[in-house]
């Protein structure tokens, strides 16, 4: 099984700082995409940042400028450094990843169980 941990959530001031973790374990033979996403109640989930296996990022245009993605493969983690932070950020932040199981299985997809980021003064 493939387990995804998130750590890093929690209270902030509107303009501070949180950095997000998501560490990825189990049968991990191969970490491909990973992305961050966000959903408040009654909202669908929406897509915040992405990073592919190469290093490439795309991000939401609400958050672009002031959240960065990242990741660390020889840990198989990832992370969402958020900046200037904003009462509109308020959400569940979930981890996605796309993962391998072994050399002959094919891409299955992983969410972690969420971290509350809430912006608030």
């Known amino acids: 099984q493939v387990q995804l941990v998130e750590s890093g959530g929690g209270l902030v001031q509107p303009g501070g700082s949180l950095r997000l973790s998501c560490a990825v374990s189990?049968?991990?033979?191969?970490?491909?995409?990973v992305a961050w996403y966000r959903q408040t109640p009654g909202k669908q989930r929406d897509l915040v940042a992405t990073?592919?296996?190469?290093?490439?990022?795309d991000y939401a245009d609400a958050v672009k400028g002031r959240f960065t993605i990242s990741r660390d493969n020889s840990k198989n983690t990832m992370y969402l450094q958020m900046n200037s932070l904003k009462p509109e950020d308020t959400a569940v932040y979930y981890c996605?990843?796309?993962?391998?199981?072994?050399?002959?299985?094919?891409?299955?997809?992983?969410w972690g169980q969420g971290t509350q980021v809430t912006v608030s003064s």
């Open positions: 996605n990843a796309d993962v391998r199981r072994s050399a002959t299985t094919g891409l299955l997809n992983y």
């Open positions: 189990g049968n991990v033979f191969g970490l491909f995409g």
């Open positions: 990073i592919t296996s190469q290093g490439t990022t």
